[in-house]
DNA sequence: CGGTTTTGTAACAATATGATGACATGGCCG
DNA sequence: CGGCCATGTCATCATATTGTTACAAAACCG
C-alpha cells in the first residue's frame, strides 16, 4: 500500500536493547529500516544503500556519531540526507556543536519515542513529500498521493500504476537526472529485476499520458545519463 | 560578512521583551529580522517580503502560532519556508502537534538562545544554495551535477555526455592542467583504450559548445602538457 | 628563417543510444 | 471463462555521439 516505494532509515547505534526499539517503532511508522552497529558500517551502508534519512547515535566506539556526520556532510552525493543525532550529552555546547557539524536534528537521550518519529517525519516530509501525502505540483502538472490522482491544467490525467510512481519520483525533485537503474531501484524495487531498457518504455508511456489533452512534454532525456522532469 | 544577500527571519512574537532579546541576537547572527507581534501581522508580511525563515510563538492572542502554521504550509508558495516553533507548552502531544501541523523545529521555553540560534542555522543552511544542490562554478560557466544542466551567462548549454564529463572534470579543480592520459582515465574510463589524440577533437568541440553563445575561449592549452580551465 | 613538433579541426564511417510499435504473458474482475 | 488492462521484452528505426584520420595551422627551437 505504499504510494512510491517505501521510505528508508538507516539507524546507527551501537546498543543492540536500543537499536531493538528504534527499529521496531519505525517500521511501524512505515519505513523500511537499515541497521548499523557502528560508525564504518553506517559508512558502507549509505553507499550501498542511499537511505532518505538517517538517525544517528553521537556516543559510539571507534567512529563517533558526530565523526560519521561530518563526513556524510562533506561529501556532495550524501550531504543532503538528513541527519538526526541521537545523544546524552545535554549540554548547551554539544547540541550546538552537534548541529553545527551538520545534523539536522538534534535530540536528546533519553527522549520521547513519539517525539523522535515526529522528528523523523519532519525530515523525511522534506525529503519525500509524497510520502505523507503533500500534493506535488511542477508547471501545471499536479500530483496528489493521496487520491492517486494526476491533473494537467485542469484535466484529470489517466496513468497505469507505474506511471504513477514514475512521475511521482520525478516530482520529488523537479530537474534532477535519474539514471535507469535509480528508477528501477525506487520505481520497481529492490530486488526485482528487469531490464533497465524497460524503463524506456514506461517514460514513453509516461509521455504519452502527460500529453494525452496536449501540452509540451515536460520529461527531458538526458542521453548517456537518464531522465529527469524539467 | 553578508552572503550574496543577507538572509531574512520572520520573528513572530506577541511579548514583546522577549522578541527584543531574539531579534538581538539574529542580528547578531547576521540575520535581517523582520517582526511581527500578531499572527495577522506575520501573515502580511510573509507576502510583503518572503522571509528565509519564520521563528513562531506558539502562544499569541486572536490567531496562535500553530494556525499560523498551518495556513502557510499550506500554501505551495510559502510551504517550504522552514518554521521554528517556540513554545511553553512541554507536553510530549503538544510538540508532536506542532511537529504535526508542518513546524520545521519545535523549541521549548525557557531555551537557550545559542541552541535556538544555532537550529536556525540549520535551517537556513537547508534554504540556502548550498544545500539545494552542488553547483559549479567558474567564471559565467555554471555546471550542475544533479540536473546535468550547464549554462554560461544566462543560456543553457547544449553539451554530448562526454563533453558533459570533460567539463565536470576541469570544474572540479579550475586551473589544473589536466594532460590528456589523466582525462582519458577520468572521462573515458580506465581500461578504454581510445587514441590520446581523440582527446583533442573533444577538446575542440567543448570549446565549440562553450562558445556556441559568444563569449571567451575559457580552456587553456599547455603545450606539452595537456588542458585546464582557465 | 627553415625544420620539427604539437595542436586544431573538418569529414566520415562506425557505434551507441533512445524512441516506438508490436506482441506475449499474466493478473484481475465481472 | 473471457475480456481487459498493465507489464516486460524484443525488433526496428532514427539519430546523436564518437573515434579516427588526414591535413592545416600554430608553436617552438636552434
Known amino acids: 500500500m505504499a504510494h512510491t516505494s517505501q521510505p528508508v532509515v538507516l539507524l546507527v547505534e551501537d546498543?543492540?536493547?536500543?537499536?531493538?526499539?528504534?527499529?521496531?517503532?519505525?517500521?511501524?511508522?512505515?519505513?523500511?529500516?537499515?541497521q548499523a552497529g557502528n560508525g564504518e558500517d553506517a559508512l558502507l551502508l549509505v553507499d550501498e544503500d542511499t537511505p532518505d534519512i538517517i538517525i544517528l547515535d553521537w556516543m559510539m566506539p571507534e567512529l563517533s556519531g558526530i565523526e560519521v556526520c561530518r563526513r556524510l556532510k562533506m561529501r556532495p552525493d550524501t550531504r543532503s540526507i538528513p541527519i538526526i543525532m541521537?545523544?546524552?550529552?545535554?549540554?548547551?555546547?554539544?547540541?550546538?556543536?552537534?548541529?553545527?557539524?551538520?545534523?539536522?536534528?538534534?535530540?536528546?537521550?533519553?527522549?520521547?519515542?513519539?517525539?523522535?518519529m515526529a522528528r523523523a517525519r519532519v525530515q523525511l516530509r522534506r525529503v519525500r513529500p509524497s510520502t505523507i501525502g503533500v500534493v506535488l505540483e511542477w508547471d501545471d502538472i499536479r500530483l496528489d498521493p493521496e487520491t492517486h490522482r494526476v491533473y494537467r491544467g485542469n484535466s484529470v490525467l489517466k496513468l497505469g500504476p507505474t506511471e504513477f510512481r514514475l512521475l511521482s519520483t520525478f516530482m520529488e525533485k523537479p530537474g534532477r537526472?535519474?539514471?535507469r537503474e535509480q528508477l528501477l531501484d525506487r520505481v520497481w524495487g529492490r530486488d526485482i529485476y528487469v531490464d533497465s531498457r524497460t524503463v524506456d518504455v514506461h517514460i514513453g508511456r509516461l509521455r504519452k499520458s502527460l500529453m494525452q489533452n496536449g501540452g509540451e512534454d515536460p520529461l527531458r532525456t538526458v542521453r548517456g545519463a537518464g531522465y529527469a522532469l524539467g
Open 86 to 116: 541521537l545523544s546524552a550529552r545535554a549540554e548547551e555546547v554539544d547540541r550546538i556543536r552537534g548541529l553545527e557539524t551538520g545534523a539536522d536534528d538534534y535530540v536528546i537521550k533519553p527522549y520521547s519515542v513519539l517525539e523522535l
Open 15 to 34: 546498543e543492540p536493547a536500543q537499536r531493538e526499539v528504534l527499529a521496531y517503532n519505525l517500521e511501524a511508522e512505515g519505513f523500511r529500516v537499515v
Open 177 to 179: 537526472v535519474w539514471s
